[in-house]
């Protein structure tokens, strides 16, 4: 398996524009999470799905973040507007057990 | 509230010496513990883990140990590589938060000398 796969692995754009990023799980994964890390915050669990279905979004920053996952093999990370407070590495994970399985990132830079 | 701490940033170690790195955590109802390596630029990557209901496991150069009583972990790596340098994460789940909720330290770097 490729293991968790994450594009772009890198993202500039300027404030007020919309970024979607996005994430195909391993195959046969039951549960996918999106986290954010920062040097302030480390990585922090922005929401997570289970069989597709968002279970806990109660990291999710604002209302500008929302997140989909329309299928088991695809989930969307999307920030409209964007902000330069946004700038962090995104990181996809999935998992059928308790263990998680990170992709790549996605470095996003706000300007 | 960091519910998981890595109070070390950093650890230097020689190769061929033994690295241990140490994770302590504050809720008594977690009941599964995770290291992760983490190299720049790439996602973080499962290394080993450990139920509540042991106090060591063990794979290949690399052990966990679990003390309950004290809330603390450790993993350590004999002998330590050159290549095993890196950040490592440790985190835990259960008890009320959830399987489903991982909480994460903020890292120990790792720097193994040649």
């Known amino acids: 398996d490729a293991g968790v796969i994450q594009s772009p692995r890198h993202e500039v754009t300027e404030m007020g524009q919309e970024v979607t990023l996005r994430c195909k799980p391993i195959s046969g994964h039951n549960s996918l999470f999106w986290y954010r890390q920062t040097m302030m915050r480390g990585l922090e669990l922005l929401i997570y799905?289970?069989?597709?279905?968002?279970?806990?979004d109660s990291g999710m920053p604002e209302d500008r973040f929302s997140a989909k996952m329309p299928n088991a093999s695809f989930s969307t990370l999307k920030i409209q507007p964007s902000e330069p407070r946004d700038s962090a590495v995104y990181f996809c994970?999935?998992?059928?057990?308790?263990?998680?399985?990170f992709g790549p990132g996605t470095r996003l830079t706000v300007l | 509230d960091q519910q998981v701490k890595q109070n070390s940033p950093s650890l230097s170690v020689q190769e061929g010496r033994i690295s241990i790195l140490n994770c302590d955590y504050t809720?008594?109802?977690?009941?599964?513990f995770l290291w992760y390596k983490k190299y720049p630029a790439e996602g973080p990557t499962f290394l080993i883990s450990?139920?509540?209901?042991?106090d060591k496991n063990e794979d290949g150069r690399f052990t966990v140990f679990l003390n309950k009583s004290a809330k603390h972990l450790s993993l350590h790596i004999v002998p330590s590589q050159p290549g095993d340098s890196a950040v490592y994460f440790c985190a835990a789940s259960g008890g009320r938060t959830g399987a489903n909720n991982l909480f994460f330290g903020t890292g120990t770097r790792l720097t193994v000398i040649p």
């Open positions: 809720n008594s109802m977690f009941d599964y």
């Open positions: 994970a999935s998992s059928y057990d308790r263990v998680r399985f």
């Open positions: 450990i139920s509540s209901i042991k």
């Open positions: 799905f289970n069989n597709n279905v968002p279970i806990d």
